[in-house]
């Protein structure tokens, strides 16, 4: 079965620095890749996500993600981070993309400080 | 576009009585709706999933008879916590896609609280 590993429970990055958030995926066919993020009591919202063609994908909010086959990396990124970036910050795989087996990793909390 | 709803957002409850929370899809059909449930600093442990006019598939280890799901339309769909008790205290966040190959979007969740 498919998985996603997010190697960091946080991150922490000043205000204007850039930011990533790892993630690494796990699946025996085509992955279909997925970045959520989640503000206090509130559900997740989705940021982007990888298909197919470019491996640079980019999403809502400045951030984009860049899919890795090689290194089965899908990390989230962003050049210039703000604090209104602080969130919890899902990645997600499914294996086939009309799959509606979606596995989520632990979260990454990012902390961006002013 | 593509906005999911949930109600109530929050609900206190006291053990031994049932509670609904609605999921609605907005401004699409869903033909799929998924229930998750997240415990504090965790990732989403999905439920079920369920398609419009089906009986819903639970995931290894969820008691289909504590945990009723119906998704009677193609807007909505309902979880309703049977005979709740503490450990059921959670957040539950139900997510919406319109077909197969579709992104699935999130509701804000509903945090339940059983007393």
């Known amino acids: 079965a498919q998985s996603v590993a997010q190697p960091e429970d946080q991150v922490n990055v000043a205000e204007g620095n850039p930011l990533t958030v790892k993630c690494t995926y796990s699946v025996s066919g085509n992955p279909y890749l997925f970045w959520y993020v989640q503000y206090p009591n509130r559900g997740l919202q989705f940021l982007l996500k990888?298909?197919?063609?470019?491996?640079l994908v980019k999403g809502s909010y400045g951030f984009e993600a860049e899919f890795n086959k090689s290194q089965t990396s899908f990390h989230l990124k962003k050049p210039s981070a703000l604090v209104s970036d602080s969130a919890l910050y899902f990645c997600a795989v499914r294996e086939g993309y009309d799959n509606n087996d979606m596995r989520f990793g632990a979260g990454t909390r990012l902390t961006v400080k002013p | 576009g593509a906005v999911v709803s949930q109600h109530p957002s929050w609900v206190i409850c006291k053990s031994g009585t049932s509670v609904k929370i609605e999921c609605r899809s907005l401004?699409?059909?869903?033909?799929?709706m998924f229930w998750y449930r997240q415990f504090p600093k965790q990732s989403l442990m999905l439920m079920a999933t369920?398609?419009?006019?089906?009986?819903?598939?639970?995931e290894q280890g969820v008691e289909k008879d504590k945990f009723l799901i119906n998704h009677a339309s193609l807007t909505l769909s309902t979880l309703t916590v049977t005979s709740a008790h503490p450990e059921d205290s959670s957040f539950y966040i139900c997510?919406?896609?319109?077909?197969?190959?579709?992104?699935?979007?999130f509701g804000p969740g509903t945090r339940l609280t059983v007393l």
């Open positions: 401004d699409f059909q869903a033909t799929t």
């Open positions: 997510s919406a896609k319109r077909g197969s190959t579709d992104t699935q979007y």
């Open positions: 369920s398609n419009e006019g089906s009986k819903a598939t639970y």
């Open positions: 990888y298909i197919t063609g470019d491996n």
